[in-house]
C-alpha cells in the first residue's frame, strides 16, 4: 500500500479515536488486524537512500509510521490503561482496557523495544516524532503491573542507551554554542516543553521511572550518573549528558532521605571541579546543576564546603561564554537563602545587579529579569542609590523592545516568525515591567527617589498605552498605581498618563477597567485639584462608569468596578460635580430593573446610591423622585434590609458609608424628605445604631484577614511536586 494512504488512514484512525472508540472498535475482529496494520507499518524498514535528517522527517513513510504511533499510543493511554483511566471512561471502556492491557500492550511494548534496540546499534533510523511517541508509551508503560513486568528488565538499557543519549552534547548544540549563544540558550529553556526535543522525551522516562518506581530504578539511576561522573574516561559530550540527568532528577534527588543529605559532598566532587573546566558546555552545566540543586535546598555541612561553591558560581558570573554567565547568575539567586551567599552577594550587589542587567539585554530571557526581581526585593537598601540609574537601563531596554514590537506587528503579511519573535518580545516585555515595578515598590521609602523613576518611567507607560500593548497592559497599570499611589500626589507629566488611559479605555480596552481602577483612583484621591479644575477630567470618569454599566460586552463584575470608579467619584469630589449626580443616579436606578444577579453587584450599586445620598441628599431625591414617584422608597426598602439583615453589609466600607450618609439625612430639612419615606424617617436613629453596633465586629474581621494576608505573603513559596513513592514499588498496580 502506498505510505500516503495509510498516513490518512492511519490520521483518520487517530482523530476518529480521540473522542470514543465504537463497540465496533473494540471487538478482536477489528483491534487485531488495525494493530497488526499499524505494528506492520512501524516495523518496516524502508530504504531510503540519500535523504538527509530533515528530508526523512517529511517523508511519507516516516508520516505514516508517525500516525501508526500515535494511534497506538492513543489506544493504550485513553482506552488500554485501566490503572490510569478516568472514572468517566471506566464505565465503558474497562473491560476493553483490561484486555487491552494485558494482551495488546504486551505487543506494542516488544515492537517499540525491537525499534528502539535497532535505533541505539545504528541499525535503523528514527524520527524525532517516533521516538517522542516510543518514549511517551514507555511512560505509559511504567505504572500498570502487566507492562512493568516486561519493561522492568530492559529499563537500566533503555535509561543509558536510550534516554541518557538524547541528554548528551550533540553535534546540534556545539554548532548553536559556537554560532548562536542566544538561539542555544533559548533551546536550552524550552526545549524541555518541546514535543519533538530529545531533553523532554528522556526527562519524562527518567522522572516516571524515578518517581513511580523509586525503589526500583532510582539508585540504579543514579548509580549509572556516578559512574559516568567518576570515571575520568568519560568523554566531556557523555559527563554533560550525565550532569543533565543530575538537573532532570533534582526534585526526586532532593527528596530522598538517603541522598539529600550527601548531595553538598557529591558537587563538591562531581560538580563544583567542573566550574573550572577548559570546557565551556561543561562549565555552563555544571553551574546549571547547582541552580537546580539549590533549588531544592541544599543543605551544606561545612561553611568552608558552602564557601567554595559559591565562590566558583561568583567566578562563573565573569566567564568569557555566555551561558555560564547566565548559569551561575540564576545559580546564585537559589543560593541566596544562606545566609553567608546573601551576606556575601550585599557587598557586590551593585556588580552582580550590573551582571544581570548585560545579560537581559544580550541574550532577551525574561527569566533573568524575573530573577532579578529577587536580588531587588533582598537588596533594596543597598540598590537606592542606584535605583535610578538601574531602572533608566531597564526602561532603556524596555523602549527598545517595544519599537521592535511595533516593527514586527506593522510588517506587511506577518509570518510565524514574526508571531514567534512578536511573543517572546511581549515575555520579554512583561519581565521588565515586573521587575521595574519591584524596584518602584521598594523605593517607596523615599520620595526623592520616587519621583526621578517617576520620570524615568513616564516614556514607557506611555508608549504601552498609546500602541495598545494589551499583553502587558496589565503589568504598565500596576506601574501607574504603584507611582501614583507611592508618590501620595500627581505631578503635571503624570497626567496625560490618564489622558491616555481613557482613550485607550474608549478605544480597544473597556474590559480593563478592573486594572486601571487603582490608578484612576489614585488620580482622583492625588490630584483633587486637577479635577476641579477640569471639567472635561470629570467628565472623562462619568463616562467610563456610565460605558462600564450599559455595555452589553462586559459582565457583573465589571459593572462592580464601574461602581467603585463612580464611589472614588463622588467622594472625592465633594460639592463639585453636582452636574453630573442626575447621570449617575439615573444608571444606578437603571440597574434595579432587573435586579443584578449577583449580591457584589446588587451592594455595589446599591453604594453608589448610598453615596449619592451622601453627595447631597436633597438633590439626589429630587432626581429619585422625578424617575418615579415610588423609587426613593424603593432604594429605602433595600438599603435598610441590607441594614439590618446578617452580612448585608459584608465590609467595613460598606457600613460607615451607611453610617455617613444616615447622618446626613438626620441633618435634611423636612421640607427635602420625599413623601413616600417620611412614615418611616423615625427608623433611621435605629437603623444608625444597628449598624454602629456590627461595625466592631467587621473592622475585627477585617483586621483578622489583614493578618492571615500578610502571613501568606510572609511564607516562603514551595514547589507543588508530586508526591514521591520511596517505600514502595506498587507491584500489584
Given amino acids: 500500500m502506498a505510505p500516503e494512504f495509510l498516513h490518512l488512514i492511519f490520521q483518520s484512525y487517530k482523530n476518529a479515536a480521540l473522542t470514543a472508540l465504537l463497540p465496533s472498535q473494540m471487538t478482536g475482529e477489528s483491534i487485531v488486524p488495525w494493530g497488526r496494520l499499524m505494528l506492520d507499518t512501524i516495523s518496516l524498514q524502508v530504504p531510503l537512500p540519500g535523504l538527509d535528517e530533515e528530508a526523512l522527517e517529511k517523508h511519507e513513510w516516516w508520516k505514516a509510521k508517525k500516525w501508526a504511533y500515535a494511534s497506538l499510543n492513543l489506544l493504550f493511554s485513553r482506552y488500554g490503561n485501566p490503572s490510569q483511566m478516568p472514572p468517566s471512561l471506566a464505565k465503558k471502556y474497562k473491560p476493553f482496557a483490561e484486555n487491552f492491557v494485558t494482551t495488546f500492550a504486551p505487543q506494542i511494548l516488544n515492537v517499540y523495544l525491537e525499534q528502539t534496540q535497532l535505533y541505539v546499534t545504528q541499525k535503523v533510523w528514527l524520527s524525532k516524532r517516533a521516538l517522542y511517541f516510543i518514549g511517551q508509551f514507555f511512560c505509559e508503560c511504567v505504572k500498570p503491573k502487566t507492562t512493568w513486568q516486561l519493561l522492568k528488565p530492559h529499563f537500566e538499557s533503555l535509561v543509558s542507551s536510550f534516554a541518557f543519549p538524547q541528554l548528551c552534547f550533540t553535534a546540534e548544540k556545539q554548532e548553536l554554542w559556537r554560532d548562536d549563544t542566544n538561539e542555544y540558550l533559548r533551546r536550552t529553556f524550552e526545549e524541555y516543553d518541546d514535543y519533538e526535543s530529545g531533553i523532554s522525551t528522556a526527562t519524562s522516562f527518567l522522572l516516571t521511572l524515578a518517581k513511580t518506581r523509586n525503589s526500583s530504578t532510582f539508585i540504579p539511576i543514579l548509580t549509572f550518573i556516578q559512574s559516568m561522573l567518576s570515571s575520568e574516561t568519560t568523554p566531556p559530550e557523555q559527563r554533560f549528558g550525565a550532569l543533565n540527568m543530575v538537573v532532570c532528577l533534582s526534585s526526586v534527588i532532593m527528596a530522598h532521605p538517603n541522598v539529600k543529605g550527601d548531595i553538598d559532598t557529591f558537587m563538591i566532587r562531581n560538580v563544583i571541579p567542573l566550574l573550572s573546566s577548559e570546557i565551556g558546555y561543561l562549565r555552563a552545566v555544571a553551574a546549571e546543576v547547582v541552580g537546580a540543586l539549590e533549588q531544592r535546598f541544599v543543605t551544606w555541612k561545612t561553611p568552608e564546603t558552602l564557601a567554595t561553591a559559591y565562590n566558583a558560581i561568583i567566578q562563573a558570573m565573569d566567564d568569557p561564554e555566555t551561558p555560564v554567565r547566565v548559569h551561575a547568575s540564576l545559580a546564585l539567586a537559589e543560593m541566596l537563602r544562606h545566609t553567608y ?7 557586590i550587589i551593585g556588580k552582580v545587579i550590573q551582571t544581570f542587567l548585560e545579560l537581559a539585554e544580550t541574550t532577551e530571557l525574561d527569566t533573568l529579569n524575573s530573577t532579578m526581581e529577587t536580588f531587588v526585593t533582598l537588596f533594596a537598601e543597598e540598590l537606592l542609590p542606584v535605583s535610578a540609574q538601574l531602572t533608566t537601563r531597564l526602561a532603556n531596554t524596555y523602549m527598545r523592545y517595544v519599537q521592535e514590537v511595533i516593527q514586527l506587528e506593522g510588517a506587511e503579511g506577518p509570518s510565524n516568525e514574526n508571531l514567534e519573535a512578536t511573543e517572546n518580545k511581549m515575555y520579554a516585555l512583561a519581565a521588565l515591567l515586573k521587575t521595574i515595578g519591584t524596584i518602584v515598590t521598594a523605593m517607596d521609602g523615599s520620595s526623592e527617589i520616587m519621583a526621578q523613576l517617576q520620570q524615568i518611567l513616564i516614556p514607557s507607560i506611555l508608549i504601552t498605552l498609546q500602541h495598545s500593548l494589551i499583553d502587558v497592559l496589565d503589568h504598565a497599570l500596576d506601574l501607574v498605581d504603584s507611582l501614583t499611589y507611592n508618590m501620595k500626589g500627581i505631578s503635571p507629566d503624570m497626567w496625560p498618563i490618564f489622558e491616555q488611559m481613557y482613550k485607550l479605555f474608549k478605544n480597544n480596552a473597556v474590559d480593563f477597567l478592573d486594572e486601571m481602577l487603582p490608578s484612576l483612583d489614585n488620580f482622583m484621591s492625588y490630584g483633587k485639584e486637577v479635577f476641579l479644575a477640569r471639567a472635561d477630567y470629570r467628565e472623562m470618569i462619568v463616562d467610563m462608569f456610565e460605558v462600564s454599566m450599559a455595555s452589553q460586552h462586559l459582565g457583573e463584575a465589571d459593572r462592580v468596578n464601574a461602581c467603585q470608579l463612580i464611589e472614588a467619584f463622588l467622594l472625592n469630589l465633594r460639592n463639585a460635580v453636582d452636574d453630573k449626580l442626575a447621570r449617575i443616579v439615573t444608571v444606578a436606578m437603571k440597574q434595579l430593573d432587573p435586579h443584578p444577579k449577583t449580591r457584589s453587584l446588587r451592594l455595589a450599586n446599591l453604594n453608589v446610591l448610598i453615596n449619592s445620598i451622601l453627595y447631597n441628599p436633597t438633590l439626589t431625591f429630587q432626581i429619585i423622585e422625578g424617575l418615579s414617584p415610588n423609587f426613593s422608597r424603593l432604594v429605602f426598602d433595600m438599603w435598610f434590609k441590607s441594614m439590618n439583615e446578617p452580612g448585608g453589609l459584608p465590609r467595613v466600607h460598606d457600613m460607615k458609608l451607611s453610617i455617613m450618609a444616615l447622618c446626613a439625612l438626620l441633618e435634611l430639612d423636612e421640607s427635602g ?37 500578610q502571613e501568606e505573603a510572609d511564607e516562603d513559596l514551595e514547589d507543588d511536586e508530586e508526591a514521591l513513592l520511596l517505600d514502595h514499588d506498587d507491584e500489584g498496580v
Fill in 341 to 347: 551567599v546573601k551576606d556575601a552577594v550585599k557587598l
Fill in 673 to 709: 424628605i420625599p413623601p413616600s419615606l417620611k412614615d418611616g424617617w423615625a427608623s433611621i436613629v435605629p437603623a444608625l445604631l444597628a449598624v454602629f453596633k456590627q461595625l466592631p465586629d467587621a473592622v475585627a474581621q477585617r483586621k483578622k484577614l489583614q493578618e492571615e494576608l
